[in-house]
């Protein structure tokens, strides 16, 4: 059986890359969804045709490419929502490719207020509810840098999946992710957080109108006042850091 999988594809191909084929193929198969939960451990290396520690390597490359997810005495699970890059990925990411911090921003502005745009025409209820809460959440730890920080990450999540497209709620979580890695130490020197929270209401507010262009012009001056401001926390300029970051160039 072994033979027979590696067989059909590269020779070069890994025990832990057949694991990974495997499920994605079942993936693309529609054997596997969203939320649901792999087979056992012995049962699921039996069909792929590998040891139980090939197994395991093959599931934590899935993991790391947020295809799934460990629940501990439960088992794995495909993940349920958007797929995400885990944080060390991330993070090796950003420093190999030397990610500034216009870079991220430009990356924001054009992923972001399109979806704020398309979240006003296609959220849900339940998905209005979501940010609602978020927005609420803001304002409750505008005291507290580091938990308000969570919520704003939550926040452009749910905007994001209010959109409808789940390729654009992928693309935003991920960045939503290097957000926080980027942000979370320096947070604390901000000033400006019940500002930041009054325009994140601001967008909310657009989005329940289903005010399309308001929704879009508000997310778009957001982000901009964002990029300012962040620049200011991390002590530079953002033409400062675009030279210091890029060298001579």
């Given at each position: 059986?072994?033979?027979?999988?590696?067989?059909?594809?590269?020779?070069?191909?890994?025990?832990?890359?057949?694991?990974?084929?495997?499920?994605?193929?079942?993936?693309?198969?529609?054997?596997?969804?969203?939320?649901?939960?792999?087979?056992?451990?012995?049962?699921?290396?039996?069909?792929?045709?590998?040891?139980?520690?090939?197994l395991?390597?093959?599931?934590?490359?899935?993991?790391?490419?947020?295809v799934?997810?460990?629940?501990?005495?439960?088992?794995?699970?495909?993940?349920?929502?958007?797929?995400?890059?885990?944080?060390?990925?991330?993070?090796?990411?950003?420093?190999?490719?030397?990610?500034?911090?216009?870079?991220?921003f430009?990356?924001?502005?054009?992923?972001?207020v399109?979806?704020?745009?398309?979240?006003?025409?296609?959220?849900?209820?339940?998905?209005?509810?979501?940010?609602?809460?978020?927005?609420?959440?803001?304002?409750?730890?505008?005291?507290?840098?580091?938990?308000?920080l969570?919520?704003?990450?939550?926040?452009?999540?749910?905007?994001?999946?209010?959109?409808?497209?789940?390729?654009?709620?992928?693309?935003?979580?991920t960045?939503?992710?290097?957000?926080?890695?980027?942000?979370?130490?320096?947070?604390?020197?901000?000033?400006?957080?019940?500002?930041?929270?009054?325009?994140?209401?601001?967008?909310y507010?657009?989005?329940?109108?289903?005010?399309?262009?308001?929704?879009?012009?508000?997310?778009?001056?957001?982000?901009?006042?964002?990029?300012?401001?962040?620049?200011?926390?991390?002590?530079?300029?953002?033409?400062?850091?675009r030279?210091?970051?890029?060298?001579?160039?």
């Open positions: 059986m072994t033979g027979k999988t590696s067989g059909s594809r590269s020779n070069g191909n890994t025990a832990g890359g057949r694991v990974v084929e495997y499920v994605l193929k079942m993936i693309e198969a529609g054997r596997l969804r969203p939320g649901d939960r792999l087979p056992p451990e012995r049962d699921l290396a039996d069909q792929v045709g590998v040891s139980r520690a090939s395991r390597s093959g599931i934590r490359s899935l993991q790391a490419m947020g799934m997810h460990a629940r501990q005495g439960s088992g794995t699970y495909i993940v349920a929502g958007p797929p995400r890059l885990g944080e060390g990925p991330l993070r090796f990411l950003a420093a190999l490719h030397g990610f500034t911090h216009d870079q991220i430009e990356a924001r502005s054009v992923l972001e399109g979806a704020t745009y398309l979240a006003a025409a296609n959220s849900t209820p339940e998905q209005m509810a979501a940010m609602a809460a978020e927005v609420a959440g803001m304002f409750a730890s505008i005291d507290n840098p580091k938990e308000y969570l919520h704003d990450v939550q926040f452009h999540r749910a905007v994001a999946a209010a959109s409808q497209n789940p390729v654009l709620a992928t693309l935003v979580d960045l939503a992710q290097l957000v926080w890695e980027t942000r979370r130490e320096t947070v604390v020197q901000s000033t400006n957080l019940k500002e930041s929270a009054e325009m994140h209401r601001r967008i507010r657009a989005i329940r109108a289903r005010d399309v262009e308001r929704a879009r012009r508000e997310m778009a001056e957001h982000l901009e006042k964002a990029r300012k401001a962040q620049a200011s926390e991390s002590g530079s300029s953002p033409t400062r850091r030279r210091r970051e890029g060298g001579a160039r």
